[in-house]
């Protein structure tokens, strides 16, 4: 299963709102996690089952979608949300999105 | 703390092998399977093998089939991947991985070794 991410990059400031999307070449139903990565560090789960926020992730992050789209919403971005975020679906074999900088 | 840590990797001739390790910690090891992604330099994530809890199941991706092995040591709390025959294509970041009990998603990961293959 291919995960097609959009944009690679986007460009936002504090404060505003940011979206990334993952397309999925094939229905993979509601199969999708969406995780962080900040250089040097480990990537850290943000977004399972499509919607459901990990434990400890703060409420301004979202998902949403289900089959072949999916979104992750980012509102009021903070400083510390500056990252590389990359969807990963697990309904079958896991396959990740090509990853999208969030940056200034 | 809840961690993940690989270690082994390094620069590697064509043709040599490598054997990474993934350290955990925090956690009990033992009832998770686990796996081990890569990512090329300027590539996505791909992913080379599962291991079930006790070993009993292990999948590779179709590349790693022939020359990678996994296997896991529960009283270590360890992972491990046994790379041989390897190719400038290899290069990459390894990264192990649990994957989660409630979903199949990762939900821990390391922060990668990188491995070099080049003469």
């Known amino acids: 299963i291919v995960m097609t991410q959009s944009p690679a990059t986007l460009s936002v400031s504090p404060g505003e709102r940011a979206t990334v999307s993952c397309r999925a070449s094939?229905?993979?139903?509601?199969?999708v996690a969406w995780h962080q990565q900040k250089p040097g560090q480990a990537p850290r789960l943000l977004i399972y089952g499509a919607s459901t926020r990990a434990t400890g992730i703060p409420a301004r992050f979202s998902g949403s979608g289900s089959g072949t789209e999916f979104t992750l919403t980012i509102t009021s971005l903070q400083s510390e949300d500056f990252a590389v975020y990359f969807c990963?679906?697990?309904?079958?074999?896991?396959?990740f999105g090509g990853g999208t900088k969030v940056d200034i | 703390e809840v961690q993940l840590v690989e270690s082994g990797g390094g620069l590697v001739q064509p043709g040599g092998s490598l054997r990474l390790s993934c350290a955990a910690s925090?956690?009990?090891?033992?009832?998770?399977?686990m796996y081990w992604v890569r990512q090329a330099p300027g590539k996505g994530l791909e992913w080379i093998s599962y291991?079930?809890?006790?070993?009993?199941?292990?999948y590779y991706a179709d590349f790693a089939r022939a020359r990678f092995t996994t296997s896991r040591d529960d009283a270590k709390n360890s992972l491990f991947l046994q790379m041989s025959r390897l190719r400038a294509e290899d290069t990459a970041v390894y990264y192990c991985?649990?994957?989660?009990?409630?979903?199949?998603?990762?939900?821990?990961w390391g922060h990668g070794t990188m491995v070099t293959v080049s003469s």
């Open positions: 291991i079930s809890r006790g070993s009993s199941t292990i």
């Open positions: 990963q679906q697990y309904d079958q074999w896991p396959t």
């Open positions: 925090g956690f009990t090891f033992s009832n998770y399977e």
């Open positions: 094939q229905s993979i139903s509601s199969n």
């Open positions: 991985a649990r994957e989660q009990e409630a979903s199949d998603a990762f939900d821990l």
